[in-house]
């Protein structure tokens, strides 16, 4: 299976900073790659999603990441971050089936 | 709100007991999956179903069982807890036909066992 890394455990940062979270992956061809949230009390849902052409790719609540093939690594980003966004991300990758593998998750911790 | 369903939600349990964790999705998806989660840990992929009377293991081994008779329906079971099987229990479903579709995930269900 494929293996994903976010080497990142828990990151507190201040509203309004910027926000980078790291994810790499082990397949050697380019996979389909994804970042997804889990705010608390909520679901699992999608941030964003890569499979080809532009490796910046924009999601949801000003969100991005840039995938650089060079590097295995599809980190997420985002300018100005909010209290809202404190939550917990998931890398998650996909082969070439239906399977995603997932990263241990990144907590975000947005301080006032 | 999510479209797919678990019940119950949360539940604690003594060891030997059978139980059944629910899951329902009304986005008629073929592929639904079970995943498993424990604090700070990768999610683990326990059972996938690609359609009605197909399920599959998953990379995690786990002693508990799935079925699929339904489209919208993918309970998993276990015949007889244990406090290892302790965590949160994550279903999930994708669109068919589609690698990179995402999964919408239920809110899960957090077992405990005594």
């Known amino acids: 299976a494929q293996s994903v890394t976010q080497p990142d455990i828990h990151i507190t940062v201040s509203e309004g900073a910027s926000l980078e979270l790291r994810c790499n992956y082990s397949y050697g061809a380019t996979p389909y790659l994804f970042w997804y949230v889990q705010y608390p009390g909520q679901h699992l849902q999608l941030l964003l999603k890569y499979f080809s052409g532009d490796p910046l790719v924009k999601g949801i609540k000003g969100f991005e990441a840039e995938f650089i093939k060079s590097k295995f690594s599809f980190n997420l980003r985002k300018p100005s971050v909010q209290w809202s966004d404190t939550a917990e991300y998931f890398c998650a990758v996909n082969e070439d089936d239906y399977k995603l593998s997932f990263g241990a998750g990144t907590t975000v911790t947005v301080r006032a | 709100e999510a479209d797919i369903y678990q019940t119950p939600r949360y539940l604690v349990i003594g060891t030997g007991k059978k139980i059944t964790l629910e899951c329902s999705q009304t986005m008629g998806h073929d592929k639904m999956y079970w995943y498993q989660q424990d604090p700070g840990m990768e999610l683990h992929l326990i059972h996938y179903s690609y359609g009605v009377n197909s399920t599959e293991k998953g990379d995690l081994s786990s002693e508990s069982t799935v079925s699929r008779i339904r489209t919208e329906h993918f309970p998993l079971t276990l015949e007889s807890a244990r406090p290892s099987h302790t965590s949160q229990y994550l279903c999930?479903?994708?669109?068919?036909?589609?690698?990179?579709?995402?999964?919408?995930f239920g809110n899960g269900t957090r077992l405990t066992v005594t």
């Open positions: 999930a479903s994708s669109e068919s036909g589609v690698y990179n579709s995402p999964l919408h």
